[in-house]
């Protein structure tokens, strides 16, 4: 048995009603997102709605947050929207690709997105890496 309102639903209210007030006359006060107190305010909104989608421990940092609920960070989510109202007003191109929402389970795999370019004057270089925290050929 589960308690509370879903998750879904918090989703829904968040980007249906607290979004939209949230970034309301965004383009005209955006530069108070370059103060920290600003920004500090928009997080800690966003951060308390995503503890309760997430169901997560309040000592939960905010980014981890956002990536537990796939919700965009709300500091760039106001970037985005007032980049997207520039390009309204502008008018720069008519048919203008302006990104969109895509579900987590739909996002390409980052190998498949990268593209490996070969470097005439290649230099060979040596790399380590360590995945399973020995920092050595020879442990187990």
Known sequence: MSWGIRSEA???IYKGAILPLLTYGAPVWIEAMKYRHSRQTYIRVQRLINLRMARAYRTTSSEALCILTGMTPIVLKLEEVVKQYT???K???QAINLDHDVVHKYWPHPAKVISIQEVENY???TISAYSEGSKGLGRE
């Open 123 to 125: 230099e060979e270089a």
């Open 10 to 12: 918090i989703a829904t």
């Open 87 to 89: 390009l309204k007003v």
């Open 91 to 93: 008018q720069q191109q």
